[in-house]
């Protein structure tokens, strides 16, 4: 009997120490699993800034070809193998690009097969009957940098309808190079000026130099303009010139200078 008693005291006590247990909190995960944390996603921005493109020089011509006259040749200078301006400009080029000169003395824009013309001496020519010119048009180049119209500009009060004999066969010229396979950008050179005789200045600025332009316009082509930074220098005391047409190799050096900068702006 007594031991029936201690046993349910027993089981008494037990109940009231369970009841007075803290019960877990709602929703706790009672068998003590660790969850991962939660990392946050890294904030994108809805319109990423835009990185402005790298501007490139388009690329050097391969292949250059100088065509014209004595100026081009390279009369006047001290050695025309060295300090001519076709040279000159090889240097400032370098390797990359091969620049040959085609300059031939004496040379005219004007065929006078096609155009009655007179030239100023029987050692003139038409630059299109000439050696040089084939070969120009066989070297196929990337760029033609065409200088004529000193030579016609030389006689141009001795003959009638200058301009327009000088525009039809300059644009023949140029027509001839742009129908190359090596589809050449071509340039076209403002004589540099002059100072022999006024007549002579007077017909290259008035009657050569427009047509020059106008050709350009045109057909398409570059001009540099050769005319406006030699003619502070036309004179005979500038030591830019040395007769009132061919200049020096400082005259030359110019020249080089300033169509590297038109070829490479």
């Given at each position: 009997?007594?031991?029936?008693?201690?046993?349910?005291?027993?089981l008494?006590?037990?109940?009231?120490?369970?009841?007075?247990?803290?019960?877990?909190?709602?929703?706790?995960?009672?068998d003590?699993?660790?969850?991962?944390?939660?990392?946050?996603?890294?904030t994108v921005?809805?319109?990423?800034p835009?990185?402005?493109?790298?501007?490139?020089?388009?690329p050097?011509?391969?292949k250059?070809?100088?065509?014209g006259?004595?100026?081009?040749?390279?009369?006047g200078a001290?050695?025309?193998?060295?300090?001519?301006?076709?040279?000159l400009?090889?240097?400032?080029?370098?390797?990359?690009?091969?620049?040959?000169?085609?300059?031939?003395s004496r040379?005219?824009?004007?065929n006078?097969?096609?155009?009655?013309?007179?030239?100023?001496?029987?050692?003139?020519?038409?630059y299109?009957?000439?050696a040089?010119?084939?070969?120009?048009?066989?070297?196929?180049?990337?760029a033609?940098?065409?200088?004529l119209?000193?030579?016609?500009?030389?006689?141009?009060?001795?003959?009638?309808?200058?301009?327009?004999?000088?525009?039809?066969?300059?644009?023949?010229l140029?027509?001839?190079?742009?129908?190359?396979?090596?589809?050449?950008?071509?340039?076209?050179?403002?004589?540099?000026?002059?100072?022999?005789?006024a007549?002579?200045?007077?017909?290259?600025?008035?009657?050569?130099?427009?047509?020059?332009?106008?050709?350009?316009?045109?057909?398409?082509?570059?001009?540099?303009?050769?005319?406006?930074p030699t003619?502070?220098?036309?004179?005979?005391a500038s030591?830019?010139y040395?007769?009132?047409?061919?200049?020096?190799d400082?005259?030359y050096?110019?020249?080089?200078?300033?169509?590297?900068?038109?070829?490479?702006?």
């Amino acid at each position: 009997m007594k031991k029936g008693c201690f046993l349910i005291l027993l089981l008494s006590a037990l109940l009231v120490v369970s009841s007075c247990a803290p019960a877990a909190p709602a929703g706790t995960d009672t068998d003590a699993r660790t969850e991962p944390e939660t990392v946050p996603a890294e904030t994108v921005p809805e319109t990423m800034p835009e990185t402005a493109p790298e501007t490139e020089k388009p690329p050097l011509p391969r292949k250059i070809a100088c065509v014209g006259d004595s100026i081009t040749y390279g009369v006047g200078a001290s050695d025309r193998t060295k300090t001519s301006y076709p040279v000159l400009l090889q240097k400032l080029l370098g390797s990359g690009t091969a620049v040959r000169n085609f300059g031939r003395s004496r040379a005219y824009a004007i065929n006078n097969k096609n155009e009655e013309y007179k030239y100023a001496s029987d050692q003139s020519v038409a630059y299109t009957e000439t050696a040089e010119y084939r070969s120009s048009l066989s070297f196929l180049p990337d760029a033609v940098v065409i200088m004529l119209g000193t030579n016609d500009a030389y006689v141009a009060h001795q003959n009638t309808d200058v301009a327009a004999k000088f525009h039809r066969e300059l644009s023949a010229l140029v027509k001839s190079y742009q129908s190359l396979s090596s589809s050449p950008k071509i340039y076209l050179i403002l004589c540099v000026d002059r100072y022999d005789t006024a007549i002579r200045k007077k017909n290259l600025a008035e009657v050569i130099l427009p047509e020059i332009e106008s050709v350009a316009r045109e057909l398409g082509t570059e001009v540099i303009d050769l005319h406006t930074p030699t003619a502070p220098y036309a004179t005979a005391a500038s030591g830019y010139y040395t007769d009132g047409i061919h200049l020096t190799d400082v005259g030359y050096e110019l020249m080089a200078d300033e169509i590297y900068k038109s070829l490479t702006k």
